[in-house]
């Protein structure tokens, strides 16, 4: 019926420890909680009469047209969930029109990802986008981001929450810290020297700085978003480093606990992005409200995480495709509610009890 309901339907299949890597979160889960709770605080106010008898929600995100404002945020390991793990979401994500955003940390090579969603969708050029941590070693990232473009990536996702990883309570619990044998980051699999075979550990470093993404931003001519940044400051900075988009995130209360809900910080940091790139927002989104008020306060998609994964654990590419099957329905069913048109009609006179004055669109 709802997006909630494949968290049980996952809960009921997954090894528990896998089910608590999912759920989880940093610390005391704070942020984790904050983010579904903060969507709910925010109230919609409709219009009437509007005469909108249908309703336009697909959106271009760098040339490219998305059926729906909605991106599958990066996740790791989907073969811990799903036996075709990353294929089997590729497949439902081309179907479905949607943007997949696939992670360094797949345990499908990058170029199989890519081939399973064109495969999945033949004529349709799918999107699929790289997410990467830029790692110590220049080499390295520039080997990896080859690797991407080679395979066929439409942009590069660079997560830079993470100078350290969260402290997850659950997983050090459950003694959760590596994957089984026979799973493996595969993009990480012969990349550079090393005995053939090889799998490189992802390294985390607290040393980066702008500089390091400077390079990366040299590098490359596909389009680069920066997903972690929270701060409105850093936004402006890193639109002066020539990013090309946004995505606002908390890692889905996962890194630092205690930072705010994201649909919180959305006001702030459209009015500094001001409509200049693509801004999406991910962390909590489950329903189709929830997409409705994070485009009225200025975001131009939102990413889902966990529901994309509990979709993937209850019925593999069924499971995914069911899950934005819904949130398909339920914006438009929200979109008619509300007395809009299509997502061009979302502004922040549709949403009360948001903090902070909304920026433009
Ligand atoms: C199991 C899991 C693995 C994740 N792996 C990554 C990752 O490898 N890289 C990354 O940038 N974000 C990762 N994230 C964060 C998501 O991209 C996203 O920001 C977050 O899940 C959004 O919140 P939601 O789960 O409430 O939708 C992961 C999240 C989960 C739940
Ligand atoms: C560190 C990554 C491999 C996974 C991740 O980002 C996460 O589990 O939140």
Known sequence: MN???????????????????????????????????????????PRVLRGAASRESGVTLFGHRASLPVVLSPTAFHRLFHKEGEVATARAAARAGVVMITGMASTVAVADVVEAARAAAPGRDPAVWFQLYLQPAPGVTEALVRRATEAGCAALVVTVDSPVLGAHTRNARNGFHDLPDGLACENLRDLLDGEPGHVRQIAMSP???????????????????????????????????????????????????????????????????????????????????DIVKALALGATAVGIGRPAVWGLAADGENGVTRVLDILRRELDHTLALCGATGIADLTPALVRNATASAGPR
């Open 207 to 289: 040393t980066l700085d702008w500089d390091d993404l400077d390079r990366l931003r040299a590098s490359t001519s596909l389009p680069l978003l920066l997903k972690g940044v929270l701060h409105p400051d850093d936004a402006r900075i890193a639109l002066d480093h020539g990013v090309d988009g946004l995505l606002l995130s908390n890692h889905g209360g996962r890194q630092l606990d205690t930072v705010p809900a994201t649909i919180d910080l959305l006001p702030e940091i459209a009015a500094a992005v001001a409509g200049r790139v693509p801004l999406l927002l991910d962390g909590g989104v489950r329903r189709g409200t």
């Open 3 to 45: 997006l909630r309901e494949f968290e049980s339907a996952a809960r009921e299949l997954l090894d528990p420890v896998h089910y608590d890597y999912v759920a989880g979160g940093a610390d005391d889960e704070v942020t984790v909680r904050a983010n579904e709770a903060a969507f709910a605080r925010i109230a919609l106010l």
